[in-house]
């Protein structure tokens, strides 16, 4: 097996509305059938017009209350409400769920690599965009890759954000080893890798979280895989999400 190469991919300019993200970086790295490209959902957002200017933002009640109480301001209280399905918590943080089933601090809404004042969402069919992604850079190249888009979440349990896959395409998201034996035989029961968070991981890594320019990384030569696509768990199985919802109503 050929050792992994990961690239970050340098020389993108600022993204603004309209680029054709898939085509700039085409233009700077040569990929093959199998190589993946993880794309940060900012430079994404920004390419699809997927911002706001805070001024064209009015607050609602709700979102000047929890602004109060959170000591944020309240039109960006406002845009986290409104990419929100569902808030599961409200205080000291807003954690919401989002109608594409991320769960995630803020709605992932962001104010930072993007001008003074203004909001940047998460892709709203993330998978879409992946997919589209996908498809763009085939229709260039005539290679099949893989592509995942990313964003920087905090998690439970451990202190410090990690990279995590919030929309993919050209693979499963989760490496199904159940049925599979380890070194001694035993049969594995629940180990189900969720393989795209791994490389999303990495690749945010590579990317760095401020000036460093890199909203994009290239692997070649992961091995693939097979799995499934239910990354999310169902609300049923989600612990903790029914945990807060109980432990924070609203
Ligand atoms: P997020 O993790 O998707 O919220 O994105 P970040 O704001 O953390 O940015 C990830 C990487 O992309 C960092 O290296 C940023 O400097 C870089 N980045 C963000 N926006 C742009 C852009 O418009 N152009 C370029 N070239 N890099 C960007
Ligand atoms: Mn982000
Ligand atoms: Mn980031």
């Known amino acids: 097996m050929e050792n992994i190469v990961v690239t970050g991919i340098r020389g993108l300019p600022l993204i603004k509305a309209g680029d054709n993200i898939a085509a700039m970086i085409c233009e700077r790295v040569k990929v093959d059938d199998g ?33 109060k109480l959170n ?8 845009a986290v409400l409104d990419a ?9 943080f ?17 104010q930072s690599n993007i001008d003074d004042g203004m909001v940047i969402f998460l892709p709203p069919e993330p998978m879409k965009a992946a997919a589209g992604i996908r498809e763009e850079i085939k229709n260039i190249t005539g290679k099949k890759v893989g592509v995942i888009i990313t964003d920087t979440c905090g998690r439970s349990f451990r ?11 050209g693979f499963t998201a989760i490496r199904d080893f159940r049925g599979d034996t380890d070194l001694f035989g035993h049969e594995l029961k629940i180990t189900e890798e969720a393989v795209v968070d791994e490389i999303a991981g990495f690749a945010n890594f590579v990317m760095g979280e401020s000036n460093n320019g890199v909203p994009a990384v290239h692997f070649r030569n992961c091995p693939s895989w097979a799995g499934h696509d239910n990354l999310y768990f169902s609300k049923d199985e989600d612990i903790t999400r029914r945990l807060l919802k109980e432990a924070y109503p609203s």
């Open 159 to 169: 202190r410090g954000q990690t990279g995590h896959a919030i929309g993919w395409s």
């Open 71 to 78: 000591g944020e301001d309240s039109r960006f209280v406002q």
């Open 35 to 67: 190589d993946i490209i993880s794309i940060a959902s900012t430079v994404y957002s920004k390419s699809r017009g997927y911002t706001k200017h805070l001024s064209e933002i009015t607050p609602s009640e709700r979102a000047e209350r929890l602004a």
């Open 94 to 110: 807003i954690l919401s769920e989002l109608p594409f089933g991320h769960i995630g601090v803020r709605a992932g809404v962001d």
């Open 84 to 92: 929100s399905q569902d808030i599961i918590m409200e205080h000291p």
